[in-house]
């Protein structure tokens, strides 16, 4: 089993910067596909960002949002920059080891989830 524990959602600014963290007990996350999934109100659990032996982002957030894991501290992280108001969404982490890391069904493990909100 392994338990996500997300952190470090919040208000800010259109235009500013947030970093939200993912850590994992339970298992190593190091043979994991980590993926970060968000949920408008009224809208599905959408793909963000994952991260295996590469990187994969969704197109709306290319170039404005970074990935990246540290295996020591079994933790992952999201920074996002230059933030809109349509990013604003409830932010999940997620732990699987399917062949395709962009799918919500590719994952087995999901954290709780954090708030991100970003004022116009």
């Known amino acids: ?28 996350l190091s043979g994991f596909n980590m993926g970060w999934f968000r949920q408008a109100p009224g809208k599905e659990r959408e793909f963000v960002a994952a991260i295996n032996w590469s990187t994969y982002y969704a197109n709306s957030v290319k170039g404005r949002f970074t990935i ?20 604003t969404a409830v932010y999940y982490c997620a732990a699987g080891a399917a062949r395709v890391p962009t799918r919500v069904n590719s994952y087995d493990y999901w954290g709780q989830g954090t708030q991100v909100t970003v004022s116009s």
């Open 68 to 87: 990246s894991r540290d295996n020591a501290k079994n933790t992952v992280y999201l920074q996002m920059n230059s933030l809109k108001p349509e990013d």
């Open 1 to 28: 089993q392994v338990q996500l524990v997300e952190s470090g959602g919040g208000l800010v600014q259109a235009g500013g910067s947030l970093r939200v963290s993912c850590a994992a007990s339970g298992r190593t």
